[in-house]
Antibody
Framework: EVQLVQSGAEVKKPGESLKISCKGSGYSFSTYWIGWVRQMPGKGPEWMGIIFPGDSDTRYSPSFRGQVTLSADKSISTAYLQWSSLKASDTAIYYC?????????????????WGQGTPVAVSS | DIQMTQSPSSLSASVGDRVTITCRASQTISSQLNWYQQKPGKAPKLLIYAASSLHNEVPARFSGSGSGTDFTLTIGGLQPEDFAIYYCQQSDSPPLTFGGGTQVEMK
C-alpha cells in the first residue's frame, strides 16, 4: 500500500524550533516530488513548496520562502518540514502529499497520496 | 502567483441533485487543473487531475471540464457521502495555488 505517515501533534512556544516528518512507503520515494500544504483553522489549503528526494531539488512558494525549510533523506524515505523560530501564526495542520510530475511532459499534476496531517499549535 | 477563484463559496443541494462548481484562474493554465474533496478532520483527496481525468477509484458521477482559465467540476447525482468542501488547484507553475473552496451542504 502506498502511504505517507506523518509525525505526531506538536505543542510549542513562540521562538522555538520544530522539525516534522513524513515517511513514505509502498513506492519509490526518491522518484516522486513531495509537497507540503498548510491548513490554518477553518481555512483552505495553502501550497508551501515541494522537494524531490532524489536530489533535494526544492521549490518554495514565495509566501513561505525564508519562513520554513524543506529537506529529505532518501535513505530512510522521509521528508521534513522545519522552522527555526515559530510564531503563533504558524498554528495549523501541516500535510505532506505526493506531487505527481510527468518527466516526459515536464508538468505537475495532482497531489495523489496524502499524509494524515500534523497539527502544530504555537502558544505562549 | 496564479490566483484561483472558486464559485460559489457554498451551496445547498439534495441527494440526487446535479451540482456544478466553477474555478477561474487569473491567467491561462492550459489543462493543469486539479480538484480535491475534503471532509472534516481529513486530508484532501484528489478527485480529478489535468482538468478532466478521473483519479483512481473516484466514482464516475464526478467529472471535470475546461481549459485555459475556466473550469468546472460536476457531480452528476449527489450522494450522501459527497457533502464536503471542494477545492481546485492549478499545477501549471509553482506555487501550485489552491482556490478558496466550495462547501456543498445538505438542503
Amino acid at each position: 500500500e502506498v502511504q505517507l505517515v506523518q509525525s505526531g501533534a506538536e505543542v510549542k512556544k513562540p521562538g522555538e524550533s520544530l522539525k516534522i516528518s513524513c515517511k513514505g512507503s509502498g513506492y519509490s520515494f526518491s522518484t516522486y516530488w513531495i509537497g507540503w500544504v498548510r491548513q490554518m483553522p477553518g481555512k483552505g489549503p495553502e501550497w508551501m513548496g515541494i522537494i524531490f528526494p532524489g536530489d533535494s531539488d526544492t521549490r518554495y512558494s514565495p509566501s513561505f520562502r525564508g519562513q520554513v525549510t524543506l529537506s529529505a533523506d532518501k535513505s530512510i524515505s522521509t521528508a521534513y518540514l522545519q522552522w527555526s523560530s515559530l510564531k503563533a501564526s504558524d498554528t495549523a495542520i501541516y500535510y505532506c502529499a505526493r506531487q505527481r510530475y510527468s518527466f516526459h511532459a515536464q508538468k505537475f499534476y495532482g497531489m495523489d497520496v496524502w499524509g494524515q496531517g500534523t497539527p502544530v499549535a504555537v502558544s505562549s | 502567483d496564479i490566483q484561483m477563484t472558486q464559485s460559489p463559496s457554498s451551496l445547498s443541494a439534495s441527494v440526487g441533485d446535479r451540482v456544478t462548481i466553477t474555478c477561474r484562474a487569473s491567467q491561462t493554465i492550459s489543462s493543469q487543473l486539479n480538484w480535491y474533496q475534503q471532509k472534516p478532520g481529513k486530508a484532501p483527496k484528489l478527485l480529478i487531475y489535468a482538468a478532466s481525468s478521473l483519479h483512481n477509484e473516484v466514482p464516475a458521477r464526478f467529472s471535470g471540464s475546461g481549459s485555459g482559465t475556466d473550469f468546472t467540476l460536476t457531480i452528476g447525482g449527489l450522494q450522501p457521502e459527497d457533502f464536503a468542501i471542494y477545492y481546485c488547484q492549478q499545477s501549471d507553475s509553482p506555487p501550485l495555488t489552491f482556490g478558496g473552496g466550495t462547501q456543498v451542504e445538505m438542503k
